[in-house]
């Protein structure tokens, strides 16, 4: 099976997964576990832990993702393999998380478990949906591009860390029922395994058109 195989087999399991998890809102199944999720999360509050969340959910504000985003598209090492298909699932994750937020319309958590400002609808979480987009962005590339086992470990440990500290950060601060968050994670594994799987294709053909420009003035010389 080919790595678009994968990554497509990937993309199509996370979209049924987000349909249902929207299904199980809808339909009021999962409203206890939200609820018993929440209070859980509220119970862990401090004054440590709060000043860290705070710091970890800016990592998955907009600002914050497009710079990170930037700053692989300017370095020549990460512009193709992780920059480009990062900036193209970013843009197109965005416009559908917030056309997904106004069709469903569903509410944040009451505003006195806020404890960082936020507006508009909360399914799904845009911080979760932007987080998963670009770890596993990052994970995906670092499997298939990076050598060494240890290497491909420690980039995918530290990035599925980091974007579940994200996430849990949003249940924390009181801004995003549990269920908003599994709906970010899913569409952002939707979004970006289908864009890195088409990106593939357009890369090989990159890879191929630098490689036929590189051998035809040697065979030139040849002759």
């Keep these: 099976m080919t790595k678009q195989a994968r990554l497509m087999i990937i993309s199509a399991v996370s979209l049924i997964l987000l349909v249902f998890i929207y299904l199980l809102i809808s339909l009021g199944i999962i409203t ?64 559908v998380n917030q056309l997904l937020k106004l069709a469903i319309g569903r509410a944040r958590p009451d505003e006195i478990y806020h404890m960082v400002e936020e507006t508009g609808y909360s399914f799904p979480s845009g911080h979760s949906t932007s987080s998963a987009v670009l770890f596993i962005t990052i994970i995906i590339a670092s499997v298939i591009f990076m050598h060494g086992v240890k290497a491909k470990t420690i980039v995918t440990v530290l990035s599925a860390v980091l974007m579940a500290a994200v996430m849990f950060s949003r249940l924390y601060l009181g801004v995003h029922f549990l269920g908003d968050i599994m709906g970010g994670l899913f569409l952002g594994a939707f979004i970006s395994c289908l864009i890195y799987a088409v990106w593939l294709t357009v890369l090989d053909k990159i890879e191929r058109r630098k490689s036929k420009a590189y051998e035809g003035p040697k065979y030139a010389a040849g002759e």
């Design 32 to 95: 206890d576990l939200e609820m018993a999720a929440g209070e859980f999360a509220r119970s862990l509050r401090n004054d440590i832990a709060t000043p860290i969340f705070t710091v970890i959910t800016s990592l998955g504000d907009r600002i914050m993702i497009t710079a990170i985003c930037v700053v692989f598209l300017l370095w020549p090492k990460t512009r193709l393999r992780l920059g480009a298909p990062l900036a193209a699932a970013l843009i197109i994750s965005t416009a």
